[in-house]
């Protein structure tokens, strides 16, 4: 396995790129990373396991290291697929870390277009920088990939960055979810973007808009969203009991729980380890973020349980004020209103933004940090 570090520089990705289009010709297995502990938790002295091109590593929700196993077949059939969903083949701008999955697919999708990628380098995002890395792109359809957090920035700041996310005649915006009314703004600002679905072991998105690529299955059983197709990894890094709780007779059941629609449709719902079980009410802190997000002068909420000797779990709400920030209260009320008495958070506080861990994740241990303990409205 060929370990490559990854410092944001554009001769790095140069070397990843390179790599990757040797492993999906039969070379070595990749592994690129940022963080040294988490490159040696791969083990990347011993052999790769079997038909893998590359190894992605995370540190996942709970902390424990974990290595995705992909081989060349998936990462194909993946890119193959969103560019049939695209409209065809372009050339693509990486503005996510390589290292994850959501990134390194710009790779493998610029390799199969014959196409160069564009960069947008260094560290954090600024909408400056995206425009100018935007300009380097000089062919089409142009493409990019976004996390939704990248989306807001560019829709608050209104300037050359806003100007150049409408040239892209596509930006899959994936990693977390996508909200209505963050929808609502990209359509209004003319911005064209596909909101995606998918993780490590989908090989990137797999559910464009609510529908599968092709080649992709999605079963939804007992609200537990399972997927199965080509573009699925082959299991874990060294853990084969890992892979052989989530890996099944060519299905992979994800974390996530999901209602399948009469017309087809996939909805994703939220994790199944969001559920709060507080005064014996189970209650879903997807829903009472979409809720949250819904009210004015709301621009994100995060919900989390904290323990609570009298509720068991007491729910608790992290939000970003889009202004100036309402009063708790009412946020409170409308919560009630809508889902009932033991949806509505005890606590509500607010900060300039949600604390993330990895491309757009939101870091829930994070959130549960910020709040005392505790459980005063």
Same mark, same amino acid.
């Given at each position: 396995?060929?370990?490559?570090?990854?410092?944001?520089?554009?001769? !790095?990705?140069?070397?990843?790129?390179?790599?990757?289009?040797?492993?999906?010709?039969?070379?070595?297995?990749?592994?690129?990373?940022?963080?040294?502990?988490?490159?040696?938790?791969?083990?990347?002295?011993?052999?790769?396991?079997?038909?893998?091109?590359?190894?992605?590593?995370?540190?996942?929700?709970?902390?424990? #290291?974990?290595?995705?196993?992909?081989?060349?077949?998936?990462?194909?059939?993946?890119?193959?697929?969103?560019?049939?969903?695209?409209?065809?083949?372009?050339?693509?701008?990486?503005?996510?870390?390589?290292?994850? /999955?959501?990134?390194?697919?710009?790779?493998?999708?610029? %390799?199969? !277009?014959?196409?160069?990628?564009?960069?947008?380098?260094?560290?954090? =995002?600024?909408? *400056? *920088? =995206?425009?100018?890395?935007?300009?380097?792109?000089?062919?089409?359809?142009?493409?990019?990939?976004?996390?939704?957090?990248? %989306?807001?920035? %560019?829709?608050?700041?209104?300037?050359?960055?806003?100007?150049?996310?409408?040239?892209?005649?596509?930006?899959?915006?994936?990693?977390?979810?996508?909200?209505?009314?963050?929808? $609502?703004?990209?359509?209004?600002?003319?911005?064209? /973007?596909?909101?995606?679905?998918?993780?490590?072991?989908?090989?990137?998105?797999?559910?464009?808009?609510?529908?599968?690529?092709?080649?992709?299955?999605?079963?939804?059983?007992?609200?537990?969203?399972? /997927?199965?197709? @080509?573009?699925?990894?082959?299991?874990?890094?060294?853990?084969?009991? %890992?892979? !052989?709780?989530?890996?099944?007779?060519?299905?992979?059941?994800?974390?996530?729980?999901?209602?399948?629609?009469? @017309?087809?449709? /996939?909805?994703?719902?939220?994790?199944?380890?969001?559920?709060?079980?507080?005064?014996?009410?189970?209650?879903?802190?997807?829903?009472?973020?979409?809720?949250?997000? !819904?009210? #004015?002068?709301?621009?994100?909420?995060?919900?989390?349980?904290?323990?609570?000797? $009298?509720?068991?779990?007491?729910?608790?709400?992290?939000?970003?004020?889009?202004?100036?920030?309402? $009063?708790?209260?009412?946020?409170?009320?409308?919560?009630?209103?809508?889902?009932?008495?033991?949806?509505?958070?005890?606590?509500?506080?607010?900060?300039?933004?949600?604390?993330?861990?990895?491309?757009?994740?939101?870091?829930?241990?994070?959130?549960?940090?910020?709040?005392?303990?505790?459980?005063?409205?």
């Amino acid at each position: 396995m060929r370990p490559l570090p990854l410092d944001g520089s554009p001769e !790095a990705l140069d070397t990843l790129k390179a790599a990757v289009a040797d492993a999906l010709g039969g070379g070595p297995a990749v592994l690129p990373f940022t963080d040294p502990a988490l490159r040696d938790a791969m083990a990347p002295g011993e052999p790769a396991e079997p038909d893998t091109a590359v190894v992605i590593a995370t540190s996942g929700s709970t902390g424990a #290291p974990k290595g995705v196993l992909l081989s060349a077949r998936a990462l194909v059939a993946s890119a193959e697929a969103t560019h049939v969903r695209l409209g065809g083949p372009g050339q693509w701008l990486l503005a996510t870390p390589a290292h994850y /999955i959501g990134g390194l697919q710009v790779l493998v999708r610029s %390799l199969l !277009a014959g196409t160069t990628p564009a960069y947008l380098t260094g560290h954090g =995002f600024r909408p *400056d *920088d =995206f425009a100018a890395a935007a300009s380097a792109l000089n062919g089409g359809p142009r493409y990019t990939a976004l996390v939704p957090t990248q %989306l807001v920035r %560019l829709l608050d700041d209104g300037g050359a960055g806003l100007a150049a996310a409408k040239t892209f005649d596509g930006i899959v915006v994936g990693a977390a979810a996508t909200s209505a009314a963050l929808r $609502e703004r990209a359509a209004e600002a003319g911005v064209r /973007i596909v909101p995606a679905y998918g993780m490590s072991e989908t090989a990137s998105g797999c559910v464009y808009d609510g529908f599968p690529l092709d080649g992709v299955r999605v079963d939804v059983e007992g609200e537990r969203v399972r /997927i199965a197709g @080509d573009v699925l990894a082959h299991g874990y890094r060294l853990r084969p009991d %890992l892979t !052989a709780e989530s890996f099944e007779a060519g299905w992979f059941t994800t974390s996530d729980r999901g209602v399948r629609h009469a @017309d087809g449709r /996939i909805e994703v719902l939220g994790r199944a380890d969001d559920m709060i079980n507080t005064g014996g009410v189970k209650v879903s802190a997807n829903a009472i973020e979409r809720c949250l997000a !819904a009210q #004015p002068g709301v621009r994100d909420a995060c919900v989390v349980g904290l323990p609570d000797a $009298e509720w068991g779990e007491a729910v608790v709400a992290l939000v970003v004020p889009d202004g100036e920030p309402r $009063e708790p209260d009412e946020l409170r009320a409308a919560v009630r209103a809508e889902l009932g008495a033991a949806s509505t958070p005890k606590r509500v506080e607010y900060a300039a933004e949600l604390p993330l861990r990895g491309p757009g994740k939101i870091d829930r241990a994070a959130v549960k940090a910020r709040f005392r303990p505790g459980s005063q409205g």
